[in-house]
């Protein structure tokens, strides 16, 4: 079968042959002098993509999970209290994290489809008045759902509250994807990994860290080793890592940060819009629904589609894989074999994606769905047409 076919996973992404390459190198000596050219300046570029200046991005061997480890266990103590809302499948791991260190989780549960809920924060923040609730922990785009939330609005809840809460938030499916503002929402610790908009292989946790967030180090107590972001910092700061470094995927990362700068981070994330709107419309000319429940919840890299009652979504993923060999994102935790995904993030086209809606519609024709054969590619053509931002080399 071939393998020349894009996958519509919401993360690892497609690599593009140009970052194949730039990994393609042999193995040099981290403690040489030079070692320090190749990775400052991946640190420091990468600062843009976070949107911040005042920021302090660390990255650490491991995917992203890791970086959740990284930002709970440097900032907090045993028996801290957190506020965090479970939406799906990567907050509800993030809760578990922190539930398994110790952590005093305080959980709102909403409805799968829903986003992080401000308003509600916001009341429990106001009530708080012995200020113990020491982070609050959002996950920018729950990758479960395709459902994106506004991390402005969850800071002027913490701020309206008048709460010193730190904000901790889960970039992972969203960087270098949708627009990050990590100074301007106040963010503490954002943590991303290398294999989704960074269009990569998995192996890097990349953070971003606040100085009020590097400023509750001393104090936290919770066990750490590996991810110290204190060995890490000092061993950065003379331009070394604490231990081997994942060479090739940090000259990955260099030529990733190129590629994106060249599109224009402004281009890079008009088109995951164009990409997810024609996405959209597809869907809606199936006749099928999105689980995100408001537009401003819908998510740019990944759309979490409901198959209609009496189908079985993994079925279909099943189908479209070994019929078509194409991967979609299967329904995750109390999603599955209720809806699929369409990952529409990274090195990806127009073209790419009319190909993905083009084969999950045979999938669907198959297994007499009621769907008409074409009708989502067409939608989805006729707004790529009429657009104009963001086309063709963009995923070069
Ligand atoms: C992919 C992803 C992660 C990290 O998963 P890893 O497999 O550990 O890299 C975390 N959060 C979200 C929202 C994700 O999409």
Redesign the pocket.
Known sequence: MSNQNPVFI??PTNIPDRLRAAMQVQTQDHRAPDFVETFAPVLEDTKSVFGTQQGQVITFPS????G?EAAITNTLSPGDKVLVARYGV?SH??IDLCARHGLDVQVIECAWGDGAPAATFQSILADDVGREIRAVLV?H???ATGVYSDIAAVRQAIDAAGHPAMLFV?C??SLASMPFEFDNWGVDVAVS?S??GFMLA?GMAILCVSPKALAAMDAATLPRTYFDLADMMAANASGGFPYTPPLQLIYGMRESLRMLFEEGLDNVYARHFRLAEGVRRAVDAWGLKLVATSPKLYSDTVSAIYVPDGFDSNALTDHAFNTYGVSFGIGLGQLNGKAFRIGHLGSLTDVMVLSGLATIEMAMADLNYPIELGSGVAAAQDYFRSGSQGRAQAAA
């Open positions: 919401p993360g995917s992203g999970t890791g959740w990567f791991r993030w996950t785009n729950e990758t889960d992972v499916s990994g294999q989704k998995a």
